[in-house]
């Protein structure tokens, strides 16, 4: 990777040692379905939700033969909830009937699923599988072209430049460094350029001292 790329991953990771995903689950399914409900939503309310999501419906199984109207009410403080009940079963019928139960573990599969974009399976593959994926949301959009890293906000082309930028290897925990320091640091608005850890190499033309 160039210098640009290698200062702002130590940087970040000095900033933030422990990356780790901030949706509670316990298996690959219940990881799919936190990521479907986080959509437009905070990773805290789907937190909120899915205990008592997954005790009425612990598998794909269940999922599937689910009353979408009984769904839509346990998921309603997610938001969009009546198009996520509708995908969340017709995603779990897939799941049993094209992948006998098992969440897949390609991209191509993953995304074939309702409800499923890339980042999603991207999610699924980097957080549950742990192989190599890079997803990317909103908040490393922000950060990547507030960096200068990328000026795009198509998402597949960051996925790609950042790719490009940095090997295999560190796509992982590339992503968890961008999103929580978007998260918590370089956020849309409240954001600190004076103390922040990368401001010299921040490219962003809004900066302001706070």
């Given at each position: 990777?160039?210098?640009?790329?290698?200062?702002?991953?130590?940087?970040?990771?000095?900033?933030?040692?422990?990356?780790?995903?901030?949706?509670?689950?316990?298996?690959?399914?219940?990881?799919?379905?936190?990521?479907?409900?986080?959509?437009?939503?905070?990773?805290?309310?789907?937190?909120?939700?899915?205990?008592?999501?997954?005790?009425?419906?612990?598998?794909?199984?269940?999922?599937?033969r689910a009353n979408e109207e009984e769904l839509q009410e346990i998921i309603r403080?997610c938001g969009t909830y009546k198009i996520k009940a509708k995908n969340l079963i017709?995603?779990?019928?897939?799941?049993?009937?094209?992948?006998?139960?098992?969440?897949?573990?390609?991209?191509?599969?993953?995304?074939?699923?309702?409800?499923?974009?890339?980042?999603?399976?991207?999610?699924?593959?980097?957080?549950?599988?742990?192989?190599?994926?890079l997803p990317v949301d909103t908040h490393i959009l922000r950060v990547t072209n507030?960096?200068?890293?990328?000026?795009?906000?198509?998402?597949?082309?960051?996925?790609?430049?950042?790719?490009?930028?940095?090997?295999?290897?560190?796509?992982?925990?590339?992503?968890?460094?961008?999103?929580?320091?978007?998260?918590?640091?370089?956020?849309?608005?409240?954001?600190?350029?004076?103390?922040?850890?990368?401001?010299?190499?921040?490219?962003?033309?809004?900066?302001?001292?706070?």
């Open positions: 990777m160039d210098k640009i790329a290698k200062d702002i991953y130590t940087k970040l990771k000095k900033l933030i040692p422990n990356l780790e995903c901030e949706l509670n689950y316990n298996n690959i399914f219940e990881l799919i379905v936190a990521v479907v409900l986080s959509a437009q939503c905070t990773d805290k309310r789907v937190n909120m939700v899915t205990p008592a999501l997954f005790a009425k419906y612990p598998d794909c199984y269940s999922m599937s403080p017709s995603m779990s019928k897939d799941i049993v009937e094209r992948y006998n139960g098992q969440v897949p573990r390609t991209i191509e599969e993953l995304t074939s699923l309702a409800g499923v974009g890339r980042k999603t399976a991207s999610v699924v593959l980097a957080e549950g599988y742990k192989i190599p994926a507030r960096l200068g890293l990328v000026h795009t906000n198509d998402p597949n082309a960051v996925e790609e430049c950042l790719k490009s930028m940095y090997e295999e290897k560190y796509w992982i925990e590339l992503h968890y460094l961008l999103l929580l320091f978007g998260r918590y640091h370089c956020k849309a608005v409240g954001y600190n350029c004076r103390d922040c850890v990368v401001k010299d190499i921040c490219k962003y033309d809004k900066k302001v001292e706070k």
